[in-house]
């Protein structure tokens, strides 16, 4: 059993910034490829970023290249999401999880076999 416990989410205005965090129970999170997800009202899950164990490659959705970043600190079994130049398309509940078999990022969320409860982001216009 892995726990993985999302927190930062919150309201923000279009333009402002968030920075979400995930922490994992496990000692072995440092092994664990890592990603985002996120639900917006009325849709589907999509993906967001995920990170590799190192930390050492990243991948992003097209709709957040160059605006979200994704990084890991191992030390802390944390991840990360900072959020920047928000858009209220970005309004959703972001899930963090985590793939324990993976040997490099993914974006289909069927191999993620742990996740978070969700954190709620709202970016007003």
């Known amino acids: 059993q892995v726990q993985l416990v999302e927190s930062g989410g919150g309201l923000a205005q279009a333009g402002g910034s968030l920075r979400l965090s995930c922490a994992a129970s496990?000692?072995?999170?440092?092994?664990?490829?890592m990603g985002w997800f996120r639900r917006a009202p009325g849709k589907e899950r999509e993906f967001v970023a995920a990170?590799?164990?190192?930390?050492?490659?990243?991948i992003y959705a097209d709709s957040v290249k160059g605006r979200f970043t994704i990084s890991r600190d191992n030390a802390k079994n944390t991840v990360y999401l900072q959020m920047s130049s928000l858009k209220p398309e970005d309004t959703a509940v972001y899930y963090c999880?985590?793939?324990?078999?993976?040997?490099?990022?993914?974006?289909?969320?069927?191999?993620?076999?742990?996740w978070g409860q969700g954190t709620q982001v709202t970016v007003s216009s």
């Open positions: 999880a985590a793939d324990p078999f993976a040997g490099r990022t993914r974006a289909n969320p069927n191999t993620y076999l742990y």
């Open positions: 496990r000692l072995t999170f440092s092994s664990y490829v």
């Open positions: 990170i590799t164990s190192s930390g050492d490659n990243t």
